[in-house]
């Protein structure tokens, strides 16, 4: 993925072939990828905004695609028939014209992206919920990821300019805290909102055969206490909030997932191997036979 740099902002850039510059000529195609900027749409769709033709529209999508400035999001039945839904994946569009040395800037653009919209503008932008130490929820189970959940805060801090108190043990949520985005840490007997997902969740917990974790994608099935998952997923109690979660079956499959975040944030956006959304399973390894997570192998 590239970035274009301005100021102190990055924004997802494609790179463009200078061939296919000519697709941008037409008036018409500079409205439909404002159309699909609004809203991932299909051309039947876009007609009716823009009174066109249905098959100019179909012309003019089939030519942004070949180039990549567009792309097929799904295809739904609608009418008997199948439409396409397009999307506009980047704001703006480069074109390399000849090789030149570039100014090294350290910034983290694809850290920040995937910290979206966790951290906005230098802020936190979300409650960090971890499970309570005392016996509670349906489970009475007892959390014991607090201290996992220190490294993650650390890292957190190296996004931040502000700092603000937003965390709270899940006995504390409250129902407007379901309006924000969250960020949950912990397995799902030691924390009730994890538990609450559970079922939403492409990755989740077996309840019924000793929380297993079973992968949606791949059907495969974790047994090991060092497994943890990273989930990354549009929230079912608020529209337009998200959800962070790092959990495990126990508290090293927790720190695994944590581990992961930490070191390899760039592997974890690359989205899972069967499917490309950001929902990952890692296992916990202890490199320096210290007892104590310090590595991860990512099983998907």
Do not use: W
């Amino acid at each position: 993925m590239a970035y274009l740099i301005e100021e102190e902002k990055a924004f997802k850039s494609l790179i463009l072939e200078p061939k296919n510059l000519r697709v941008l000529n037409s008036e018409l195609s500079i409205k439909i990828l404002q159309e699909l900027a609004k809203k991932p749409s299909c051309a039947m769709d876009i007609a009716r905004k823009l009174k066109q033709h249905e098959q100019k529209i179909y012309y003019h999508l089939r030519r942004l695609e070949k180039a990549g400035i567009i792309k097929l999001e799904k295809k739904v039945e609608r009418v008997g028939a199948i439409a396409k839904i397009y999307s506009v994946p980047c704001p703006y569009i480069s074109v390399k014209i000849f090789d030149s040395e570039g100014l090294e800037i350290k910034t983290k653009v694809r850290e920040s992206e995937f910290f979206r919209p966790f951290v906005e503008n230098g802020k936190l932008n979300a409650m960090i919920v971890v499970g309570s130490p005392d016996p509670h929820g349906k489970y009475g189970a007892q959390a014991s990821d607090g201290s996992a959940a220190i490294d993650l805060a650390l890292f957190l801090g190296t996004f931040l300019e502000t700092s603000n108190l937003n965390y709270k043990i899940d006995t504390q949520v409250r129902e407007e805290d379901f309006q924000k985005n969250l960020i949950l840490i912990g397995g799902p007997k030691a924390n009730i909102l994890i538990d609450k997902i559970n079922d939403k969740l492409p990755i989740f917990f077996d309840t019924k055969h000793d929380f297993n974790i079973v992968s949606s994608f791949s059907k495969n099935v974790y047994t090991e206490d060092e497994v943890g998952i990273i989930v990354k997923m549009e929230s079912p109690f608020a529209k337009g909030k998200e959800i962070l979660v790092l959990s495990g079956r126990r508290f090293k499959g927790t720190r695994a997932a944590i581990v992961a975040v930490v070191k390899y944030l760039k592997k974890i956006t690359e989205g899972n191997k069967f499917n490309g959304n950001i929902a990952r399973v890692v296992k916990g390894i202890d490199r320096d036979a210290d007892g104590i997570i310090d590595d991860v192998e990512f099983l998907e």
